[in-house]
Each structure stands twice: as structure tokens, then as C-alpha cells.
T-cell receptor, first 117, second 113 residues
Framework: DGGITQSPKYLFRKEGQNVTLSCEQN?????MYWYRQDPGQGLRLIYY???????QKGDIAEGYSVSREKKESFPLTVTSAQKNPTAFYLC????????????????FGPGTRLTVL | KNQVEQSPQSLIILEGKNCTLQ??????????LRWYKQDTGRGPVSLTI?????NTKSNGRYTATLDADTKQSSLHITASQLSDSASYIC????????????FGTGTRLTIIP
């Protein structure tokens, strides 16, 4: 099956701990994105990567870090510096650059719900 | 400030009825507008994508319209089914990429038998 997978589905963290959320895609997409979804708010972009070994901060990058060592993988680390990490985290991917044509549709994973205890 | 506003916030309708969800945006420049369906606890799934030159686009029982002059879009659902119960999110992009999307807060639709 082609698609985007995220793990774990649920994650509990104690205050002061770092946690890493996994995102993998086998769609051969160049670009990958991390969003945060909170009740009553639209999705907000945390980080994105358009090519391996390169990534850019989104609108709310403080307290988060990412890596892009492989095209298929884009893990997100929620650090202890993130003051309010409890949220639903969504990973997405899309074609980028010259291979994109028409409308650049974005595909989302199933999400990880992070709760800080 | 770029904004996407959706109305109503929530809607309850009987199974088999039609409904229309609204999206107004102030994003500029404008490249395309997307509608997503998000089931509770799941990731959004794309329904339609429209550029400024497209007035309407259908995906099964879902029909989206776009008026780029008034900066309004609507999503019409025909003959609703219980499986249509979900949040519907309007998203606007100022360019061809996905790094500057503006997401609406969604309309929560509940279909009752």
C-alpha cells in the first residue's frame, strides 16, 4: 500500500521529556511537512522539508526539531522547550518542484495525539 | 493578515438531505483553494482542488464552487450519508507550493439517521 504512516497513534509524555514522532511515506514525494492541530484552530505549520538534508521552519517551530536524512522519513522531536505540546500532530507530503504539475495536492498521515501528563 | 473563515461552525442534518458549507478568504495572492474531509482522530483527505480559473469541481456527491472575485467558496453535499459526518476544512494557497497554506478552522458536520 502506498501512503503516509505515523507512529505512534497515541503518545504520553511527562513534562521535561523529549519525544520523537515518526513519519514515513512511500509515495516518492520530495516534500514533507509537520502540522499541529488544536481544537478550534486551523492547522499550523511547524517545519517542512523540500529535499533530503534540508528543512525550513514553519510558523510555530519553537520547541520542535526535525531531521531529513532519508527521502522517505521526516521525524519530529518535541523538546522540553515546547511549553504547550499537547496536541494532534499531522505529517503530510507532496511532490515538489519540476516534477509537480497541475495542483500540488498534499497527502496527510493518520496523525499522532500527544498528551503531556 | 491572510485568513480563511468557515461557516457554520457546526451543522446537523438528517440523512439524505443536502447541505452547503461556506468558506470566505482574504488570502492574497491567490493560487488555489482546497476542501478536505477530516474524520475524528484521523488525517484530512482531499476532496477538491480549484485554481482561480475554475468555478466548480465535483467529486462524487461533493461539489465545490469558487468565486475568485468575491473570494468565496462553497462545498455542497448531496444526499448526505452517515459516513459524511466529519469536519470539512477549507484551505487556501497563495502559490503553487504547500509551505504557505492558510487553513480554516473547519465546519463540523453531523448526519443523523
Amino acid at each position: 500500500d502506498g501512503g503516509i504512516t505515523q507512529s505512534p497513534k497515541y503518545l504520553f509524555r511527562k513534562e521535561g521529556q523529549n519525544v520523537t514522532l515518526s513519519c514515513e511515506q512511500n509515495l516518492n514525494h520530495d516534500a514533507m511537512y509537520w502540522y499541529r492541530q488544536d481544537p478550534g484552530q486551523g492547522l499550523r505549520l511547524i517545519y517542512y522539508s523540500q529535499i533530503v538534508n534540508d528543512f525550513q521552519k514553519g510558523d510555530i517551530a519553537e520547541g520542535y526539531s526535525v531531521s531529513r536524512e532519508k527521502k522517505e522519513s521526516f521525524p519530529l522531536t518535541v523538546t522540553s522547550a515546547q511549553k504547550n505540546p499537547t496536541a494532534f500532530y499531522l505529517c503530510a507530503s507532496s511532490i515538489f518542484g519540476v516534477r509537480a504539475s497541475g495542483n500540488n495536492e498534499q497527502f496527510f498521515g493518520p496523525g499522532t495525539r500527544l498528551t503531556v501528563l | 493578515k491572510n485568513q480563511v473563515e468557515q461557516s457554520p461552525q457546526s451543522l446537523i442534518i438528517l440523512e439524505g438531505k443536502n447541505c452547503t458549507l461556506q468558506c470566505n478568504y482574504t488570502v492574497s495572492p491567490f493560487s488555489n483553494l482546497r476542501w478536505y474531509k477530516q474524520d475524528t482522530g484521523r488525517g484530512p483527505v482531499s476532496l477538491t482542488i480549484m485554481t482561480f480559473s475554475e468555478n466548480t469541481k465535483s467529486n462524487g456527491r461533493y461539489t465545490a464552487t469558487l468565486d475568485a472575485d468575491t473570494k468565496q467558496s462553497s462545498l455542497h453535499i448531496t444526499a448526505s450519508q452517515l459516513s459524511d459526518s466529519a469536519s470539512y476544512i477549507c484551505v487556501v494557497s497563495p502559490n503553487f507550493g504547500n509551505e504557505k497554506l492558510t487553513f480554516g478552522t473547519g465546519t463540523r458536520l453531523t448526519i443523523i439517521p
